[in-house]
């Protein structure tokens, strides 16, 4: 697997087709997806950009008061691991912007290319 990971071909899903894949893995990972862009309850707002890809992002109920910022900042990062991890194993490539709270699917990998 070392040293093939960036020769692998990507499968041509896209827009409605990969966030409804996207939709499917996270759902079946055991995490509320809601049905739009603004996450409520701790959830996950999934939905297709054009041009970009398939947005994940995860929401608190409330921003922490200030002195439990510290934990929900270990927390936000912990879901992210836990969202890249399942999505990145499940095939799909992901991209990750640090100045925006969400993940970017934009691909999922081939079938017959393996990773």
Known sequence: MTGQRWLM??????????????RRELAGAGFTVEPS????DGGLGVWHEPGRGVL????????????????YDTLRTAVRLALR?????AGFVV?????HPQLTVVAVRSAHGGL
């Open 9 to 22: 071909n990507t499968a041509a899903i896209e827009g409605p087709e990969l966030e409804h894949l996207v």
């Open 95 to 99: 991209e990750e912007e640090h100045e």
């Open 37 to 40: 862009v603004i996450p409520a």
């Open 56 to 71: 994940v992002r995860w929401g608190a109920p409330d921003e922490p008061p200030i002195e439990h910022q510290s934990r």
């Open 85 to 89: 991890t399942i999505l990145t194993d």
